[in-house]
């Protein structure tokens, strides 16, 4: 029978029906993302930013390793091995050597992150491998970088090895030049090497997630009105809300640390005074990035725009400093940018607190450059902050 | 103070691009009035509180409110007033106390100076039982009531009310006309009111501006406004087959003052509308006019409205419903 063949009109209605509510969803929902710009041009950055970001701050050769090279000796194979890493430094750029004279200052300059190692040439040692006594060089690596140290303690030993095929006579029974390595530091495995990072992390959500913030979910709410009729001034409202922003992400990145200091096993070899300078770290830090967040999301009134920044700062301002995989391995430009990124301070004034227990006047430069970064945004942003709707 | 104004407003304008919100608004309050700001949704009501209250930088023209200019000194005069945007604004995570003593610190208040303004605030606006609650667990009518209170713990010279009113019931809408007349009774203080809705104008403004795109289309006092209309009653009629002969007719007609037709509706303003009602319908039979509906009523400020408009604020509102929230002000980003 034709009734039985065709299909029930009030089943076609119902998908009709299914149908038109269906298709109003998507367009609702299609509409609403049309009409915002920002996420659209964000959702098509996002991805490329990653890829140049994540791209460049993993896995690069590193160059231009600050080295200082002692060299004591004004004999013929001291000035060979200096020629060899001058080959190195001009090649493959791995490092690039600073001759000094004096020992002491080459080692201080490593602990105060200057150098990544000393290359130390003894005044003897084109003495000893004419007389074939166990000439020695010594080679000062700050190991707290393990990948870098890795990197500099093959490129010179190979650059020895280079030099003893050439020079030495074949049939001449030959002293090996010794490389004598002193690592500067206590072991530090990648595991701990992470804990700056992670309270650095720890830092920027918490700053992300208070401070400016909350201004933006008032705006949101369109409970702004309510204290911008008030006589509060801008810097009542812009400094108020970082303080507390500050209260705030203190107590979350001193928790972090001292949790992920438990887990990786990273001795508190320093006791209180560590701690304190820990603790500065982490308060300048966290100005910092609250008084950037300030400026950033000043103007902005909706939470869902927090949501993006927050991604793509954490990919400008996170993986290019240096918590994760060296500076040095970055391209120019990048390196470049890590020289105004906070984040690559904070890393790396932690580092020498926790790896090389270097007290505050060795990371006076950091703690400098956040000062200073902190001051400058905080001004910007209690300029640009808008006291009308 | 210089003189008894509360506020002067010379020339005010605010464009958005090339369209002027307020448009060359001029006009005085005096010290102690209840002044209401009517008219419909849009016809820029909340740019001009907000250009009053500092919020909105005035493109041109001045303002001088309480005691300073707006744009010259905005932090003096935010010391002197309180405003009750249109928009809720009260924090819902905190109690309806902490709304109010963190807002007296905002004023720079001490502390026994704010818990007696408190008390006494909350007192009366009948929130005392419910202080220490949360303004989430508030219903619309109470956490309006809040943020009058809390506007006035500094003791404003001259409070501001954007549409006090809007999404209340009727009964919450009663209380806070109540609270209103009570507040003026007991302090010196100037009110600046802006409504869409006649009846509260009515019943609570000493002088009434009625504003329509952007520009004062009429002031004075209620009563002032409504005598300046012909007649005192109005019969709105919906005539079938109305013509210009009919119009004519009706003018002719002793008791009749004037005439407004708009389709087929027609108003007319008379005298003692209940009495004359049966000879105008006598007539209208004898003109050929057929009447499907007739209805009296006592003017009213929409009839001031109607009489300077030729629109009813009702019609206007359907028109700008689009535009109830945030009264038309634009925000960028994302929304």
């Not at chain 1, 004004?74 to 750029?93: D, F, I, T």
């Not at chain 1, 009729?229 to 809300?241: A, E, M, Y």
């Not at chain 1, 939470?303 to 918590?323: H, T």
Request: proline residues 4%.
């Amino acid at each position: 029978m034709a009734a039985t063949r065709n299909p029930d009109p009030r089943i076609l209605r119902a998908i009709g029906v299914f149908m038109i509510r269906l298709l109003a969803v998507i367009e609702r929902d299609l509409k609403k993302f049309k009409r915002n710009p920002l996420v659209i041009a964000m959702s098509v950055v996002m991805p490329i930013v990653y890829l140049i970001i994540l791209g460049n701050s993993f896995q690069g050769k590193l160059v231009s390793l600050p080295v200082a090279l002692v060299n004591q000796d004004s004999g013929p194979y001291a000035k060979r091995v200096a020629e060899n890493l001058r080959a190195v430094e001009a090649g493959p750029g791995t490092f690039s050597l600073l001759a000094m004279k004096d020992q002491s200052q080459a080692l201080e300059g490593i602990k105060k992150g200057i150098y990544k190692a000393a290359v130390i040439i003894p005044p003897d040692f084109s003495k000893k491998v004419v007389l074939k006594s166990g000439p020695e060089i010594g080679l000062f690596l700050d190991n707290t970088d393990g990948i870098s140290s890795e990197n500099i303690r093959n490129i010179v030993n190979a650059a020895l090895r280079s030099m003893k095929t050439e020079y030495v006579p074949i049939r001449e029974k030959y002293e090996d030049v010794q490389l004598r390595e002193i690592d500067l530091y206590a072991k530090v495995d990648y595991y701990q090497s992470l804990v700056p990072g992670v309270v650095i992390m720890a830092i920027f959500l918490g700053t992300l997630t208070s401070g400016a913030f909350n201004l933006v979910m008032d705006r949101f709410l369109g409970i702004d009105e309510s204290y911008l009729l008030t006589p509060l001034s801008k810097s009542h409202i812009v400094g108020g809300l970082v303080i507390s922003g500050l209260s705030i992400t203190t107590i979350i990145a001193v928790f972090i640390f001292t949790v992920s200091m438990f887990i990786t096993g990273i001795p508190f070899s320093k006791g209180i005074e560590q701690c304190a300078s820990i603790f500065i770290i982490i308060v300048l830090t966290t100005l910092c990035l609250l008084s950037l967040m300030f400026v950033i999301l000043g103007r902005v009134d909706h939470p869902r725009i927090v949501g993006i920044l927050s991604g793509f700062l954490n990919v400008i301002l996170f993986f290019p400093s240096g918590a994760v995989y060296p500076i040095a391995s970055f391209p120019g430009w990048l390196r470049n940018f890590a020289k105004i990124n906070p984040e690559a301070y904070a890393v790396d004034a932690l580092k020498a607190i926790l790896f090389k227990n270097a007290n505050l006047t060795y990371i006076a430069g950091d703690i400098v450059f956040l000062l200073v970064f902190t001051g400058v945004m905080m001004t910007l942003a209690i300029l640009t902050f808008k006291r009308t709707i | 103070m210089q003189n008894n104004k509360a506020i002067t407003v010379t020339g005010i304008t605010k464009k958005y691009g090339s369209v002027a919100a307020v448009d060359n608004v001029s006009f005085s309050v005096d010290d102690g009035e209840f002044f209401g700001f009517l008219g419909p949704n849009g016809a820029g009501k909340t740019t001009l509180i907000r250009m009053l209250t500092t919020l909105l930088k005035p493109t041109s023209g001045t303002a001088i409110v309480a005691c300073c200019d707006v744009t010259k000194e905005p932090a003096s005069v935010r010391r002197e007033i309180g405003v009750v945007p249109q928009a809720m604004t009260s924090d819902l995570d905190l109690t309806g106390y902490e709304n109010m003593d963190i807002y007296g610190r905002f004023y720079g208040l001490g502390s026994r100076e704010r818990t007696q303004q408190t008390a006494y605030l909350l007192e009366t606006v009948g929130l005392t039982s419910r202080a220490h609650d949360l303004v989430a667990t508030y219903s619309g009518g109470m956490r309006r009531r809040l943020e009058i209170a809390r506007v006035l713990v500094h003791k404003p010279k001259i409070l501001f009310l954007d549409e006090p009113t809007i999404g209340l019931d009727p009964q919450s809408r009663h209380v806070v006309w109540n609270f209103l007349e009570q507040l003026m009774a007991d302090n010196a203080m100037t009110i600046f009111l802006s409504t869409h809705y006649m009846e509260e104008a009515e019943a609570l403004c000493d002088k009434v501006a009625i504003i329509d795109a952007g520009k004062i289309v009429v002031l004075g006092s209620p009563a002032d406004l409504k005598a300046q209309i012909p007649g005192n009653d109005i019969i709105s009629l919906l005539i079938d087959g109305l013509s210009d002969h009919i119009t004519a007719m009706l003018n002719g007609l002793p008791f009749v003052h004037q005439v407004k037709t708009e389709d087929n509706s027609i108003r007319v303003y008379v005298d003692s509308g209940a009495k004359n009602l049966p000879p105008l319908l006598d007539a209208l039979k004898e003109s050929g006019g057929k009447v499907l509906s007739a209805t009296i009523h006592e003017q009213s400020l929409e009839d001031v409205f109607i009489h300077h408009t030729g629109k009813s604020i009702r019609e206007e509102e359907a028109k700008k419903v689009s535009f109830l929230v945030g009264a038309g002000i634009p925000r960028k980003w994302g929304r």
